[in-house]
């Protein structure tokens, strides 16, 4: 039997990841962070929608319909734990990695936003 994929969850979960708000996100979909909050609790989106919150994301519209936050965490955990005869053992924590990560990528996203509201001659 085939497991039903919650997109709105997939897409929550993949948004907490990159370290994006609701309202950021909202912001990026140029919708409110009330219909974030509602796209999140949808399991079914069209796939033109699907493809313009995957852009949104920096994402593919298939890792949104394939994430599976549990093979994330599995993931994140045998690269941290890895230890045999064949290779180093890496201390390193890939939930701080990815937090920098996300941070500068918003830092980056921020700046754009100033920017294109420059342009606009909004502040």
Known sequence: MKE???????????????????ETF?????????????LESTEKIDDERLKDIAEKLGVSTNTIKRFNAESALMYIENVNSYDSATGPTFNINPLEKISELYE???????????????????K
């Open 4 to 22: 039903t994929v919650h997109l709105g969850d997939n897409i929550r979960a993949i948004r907490e990841l990159k370290g994006i708000k609701q």
């Open 26 to 38: 909202a912001e990026m979909m140029g919708v409110t962070q009330a219909a974030i909050s509602k």
């Open 104 to 122: 500068r990528m918003l830092k980056e996203k921020d700046a754009e936003i100033q920017e294109l509201r420059k342009r606009l001659g909004k």
